[in-house]
C-alpha cells in the first residue's frame, strides 16, 4: 500500500522537483480541520495511482521555506508537479470524485 510520504525544505528538490514521476504534494498542517477530512482521501488516492504518481505531504508548520517560495497562503493545497514544474494547484478540501477528476485533467494535460 503507498502512502503519501513526508518530504521537507532540505527533501523537496530532490523528491518533488527531479521526480520521475508526476508527484502530488499535500500541503497541511496538524491544526487544519480541513486538511484531516481530505488525508483520507489523498490516502486512497496514492493507492489507487500507485507507480504512476508519487503522493509527498509538506508540513507547513515546520517546513515554511517552500510553501512561502510557491505562494502557498491557504491549506490544505495540493500541488501536482510534472518534470518539476507545477501543472495544477487545488486549495481547499473537496470531495474524492472532483479530486480525481482535477488530477486526471492535470495529467492528462501534462503527458
Known sequence: MAKPEAVTDATFEEEVLKSELPVLVDFWADWCQPCKMIAPIVDELSDEYDGRVKF???????????????????IPTLIVFKDGQPIDQIVGAMPKAQLKRRLDSALEAAS
Open 56 to 74: 509527498m505531504k509538506v508540513d507547513v508548520d515546520a517546513n515554511s521555506h517552500v510553501p512561502t517560495h510557491l505562494g502557498i497562503r491557504s
